[in-house]
């Protein structure tokens, strides 16, 4: 049972999370064979302030625009 493990900033929506889960089963699929069905995605939503990249927040290194 191979489990993809995607964590990404909040803000996608549910259709832009359906296409990522096909696209990655899909991927799978072809790249290692077996079954679409035992493929499972799982994806975390993580908020901008509780991630860190270059010792900064990324919340303060990429500000959403207009704020």
Do not use: Y
């Not at 049972?1 to 909040?10: K, L």
């Not at 990655?24 to 290692?32: E, K, M, Q, W």
């Amino acid at each position: 049972m191979p489990i993809i493990r995607v964590e990404m900033f909040t803000g996608r929506t549910e259709d832009q999370k359906r296409d990522i889960v096909r696209e990655l089963t899909r991927a799978f699929i072809d790249t290692a064979g077996g079954n679409p069905d035992s493929v499972h995605v799982v994806i975390t939503d993580v908020d901008k302030s509780n991630w860190g990249s270059g010792g900064q927040l990324c919340s303060d290194k990429f500000p959403d625009k207009g704020k």
